[in-house]
């Protein structure tokens, strides 16, 4: 039994990049730069889709996410077609496919942006000329450094280095290489092409060989089957040819691609390409048991600390600035520290304790090195070194850490409000309305005998976003005892902080370490967890018609006692992972 489709939706395929021989025939008042994460697609049109030849692909009675084979009819799966590498990506997959000297002159376009996560933008942006021609000019230096020293490549097509230097090896190029490098089986018509590349080079070479391989792999590395992810799902119709109400289900090998950058952010490998053909992602325990394996390369460790460094707005540490006169320890290597102290958290829990994710937001514990010791008031670590410590009193978790504290507030002053939506969407997944308009957006200074949650109180107390202050100040005004960088402060504008506060629908607090302990007992920051992770890997916000299927994956979350590992397990057997609707 297949799925079947809620309702139809139509769209355009969103194609932008074509290159020639090988192209595809709340009130928010002081919260700047707050992003609607939501995204639109068909921003550009084909005549038609990529084709994939892949083969192995097999039809099942169980659907995905179903070992009974009754599917849930309730899980609605997004739209297919394709999503264009982002930047972390593109280096990842060059950086596999010929190494580490390759990837280190790669120039990939910077990623757009649209929310909180980059992924969000890959289904809507078109490339624009300047990235085409980054796109163009990094296939070149890379296939160059390629072939300077084609060690690398020599793994995949051994006749690069070994010989034989004739057009049988130009074409196990084009046909080994451009199956790892497209992520699926090239056409005959494909091979033949890239083969006449690669001989006319050869021809401009006087006749040496190399210059074919560098002119192959130029054109592979630029063309969309390499700078997007095709997912298109398998072919439907009825028996008589006509179209179906059923779900497409992505192909072993779309599947595998799916899974790789899902976990690993890199193109799969030769092995689990083989894998996918074989067939061994037909079946609900095939994916699980791929899963948990990439899940053990060291790569995932990056992948987990790139979405929580992308969740917390941690990742921006080493351009935020902060007033110099009023924060001098401020500096580009304590902002670096800043970051680095977060990824460290992250990998020790997930990874190194093999932890529950609750514990990320309620741990009493950190790592320091110098700039960071002196900023909690520890002893120098000495030698450049990082040291496990306790944290100090009043501190717990992700949110008493400074890099969060320091990118949640504004350069001068705190910011309760920024804190608490923070608290509210991020992680809680509650969304507020938008400020009504012409809001002034500019920080609130708390004014002469005042803090700044009495001023903030006293501005917004009768203002239009009253309502909404009430829900996101009441937990941010928990951060208090932190200044802008992070520092343990007792006085804010030399009057005593009063950091108690409110989780609406959960209870009071007072301080960090004690709204921590509420919000690891509140079941939507699970969930919220499940979504955001879904979010910022495949650039789909969830939907409200998505929901069965991810309430079933927080369900096994919490029964694995919030193993985040589990949950991205969890994730990929799941049919909004596995399935797709019809193509935008």
Request: charged share 25%; hydrophobic share 35%; net charge negative.
């Amino acid at each position: 039994m297949r799925m079947r489709r809620h309702g139809r939706r139509h769209g355009a395929w969103s194609m932008a990049l074509s290159l020639g021989l090988l192209s595809a025939g709340g009130c928010r008042d002081d919260v700047e730069g707050s992003a609607d994460e939501t995204g639109s697609t068909g921003a550009g049109q084909t005549d038609e889709p990529p084709a994939d030849t892949t083969e192995g692909e097999t039809d099942t009675d169980d659907p995905p996410g179903s070992e009974s084979g009754e599917p849930p009819q309730d899980a609605v799966p997004p739209p297919g077609g394709l999503r264009r590498l982002l930047a972390h990506q593109y280096v990842s997959s060059i950086e596999y496919l010929l190494g580490p000297q390759a990837a280190a002159v790669t120039t990939a376009p910077i990623d757009p942006s649209l929310g909180t996560f980059d992924s969000l933008a890959t289904l809507s942006s078109v490339p624009s000329v300047l990235d085409i021609e980054s796109y163009e000019g990094s296939a070149g230096t890379v296939a160059q450094a390629a072939v300077e020293d084609p060690t690398r490549l020599g793994q995949f097509v051994p006749c690069v280095v070994d010989g034989p230097f004739d057009d049988s090896c130009y074409e196990r190029l084009a046909r080994d290489f451009g199956r790892v490098a497209w992520r699926r089986e090239l056409t005959d018509a494909q091979i033949e092409r890239l083969v006449a590349v690669a001989t006319t080079a050869r021809e401009w070479g006087e006749g040496e060989f190399m210059p074919g391989v560098e002119y192959m792999l130029t054109a592979i590395l630029q063309s969309p089957y390499f700078l997007y992810l095709v997912e298109l799902g398998s072919e439907l119709g009825s028996e008589t040819g006509e179209p179906s109400d059923e779900y497409r289900e992505l192909t072993g090998v779309e599947l595998a691609t799916r899974m790789s950058f899902f976990l690993l952010g890199r193109t799969p490998s030769v092995g689990v390409l083989d894998r996918a053909q074989s067939g061994e992602l037909d079946s609900d325990q095939g994916v699980r048991e791929l899963a948990r394996e990439l899940l053990e390369e060291p790569l995932a460790r990056r992948t987990v600390g790139r979405f929580f460094a992308e969740l917390l707005t941690v990742r921006d540490l080493p351009s935020k600035g902060k007033d110099p006169t009023l924060f001098p320890m401020f500096s580009e290597a304590l902002a670096d520290a800043m970051l680095e102290e977060t990824l460290r958290l992250v990998d020790d829990v997930v990874f190194a304790q093999d932890a529950s994710a609750m514990r990320l937001f309620d741990a009493d514990y950190t790592f320091v090195n110098d700039p960071l010791a002196a900023l909690y008031g520890y002893d120098p670590v000495g030698g450049g070194q990082w040291m496990q410590v306790p944290l100090p009193e009043g501190r717990a978790g992700l949110l008493s850490l400074s890099g969060w504290l320091a990118m949640s507030s504004h350069n001068t002053v705190n910011s309760p409000t920024r804190r608490g939506l923070f608290v509210m969407e991020q992680l809680l997944c509650t969304e507020l309305p938008p400020p009504p308009p012409r809001v002034n957006p500019e920080p609130i200074e708390p004014v002469e005998g005042q803090t700044l949650r009495e001023s903030l109180v006293t501005l917004t107390g009768e203002s239009p976003c009253s309502d909404c202050h009430v829900l996101t100040d009441s937990i941010g005004f928990g951060f208090e005892h932190f200044d802008p960088l992070g520092a343990w402060q007792d006085l804010d504008n030399g009057q005593p902080v009063d950091a108690s506060g409110h989780l609406p629908g959960v209870g009071e607090f007072y301080g960090a370490s004690e709204l921590a302990d509420l919000l690891v007992t509140s079941p939507n920051l699970s969930r919220c967890l499940v979504d955001k992770a879904y979010a910022a890997n495949l650039g789909f916000v969830p939907e409200s018609e998505m929901a069965p299927a991810l309430d079933a994956v927080d369900r096994s979350f919490v029964e694995a006692d919030h193993d985040l590992k589990h949950m991205l397990v969890e994730l990929t057997a799941s049919p909004v992972f596995r399935l797709v609707d019809e193509p935008k």
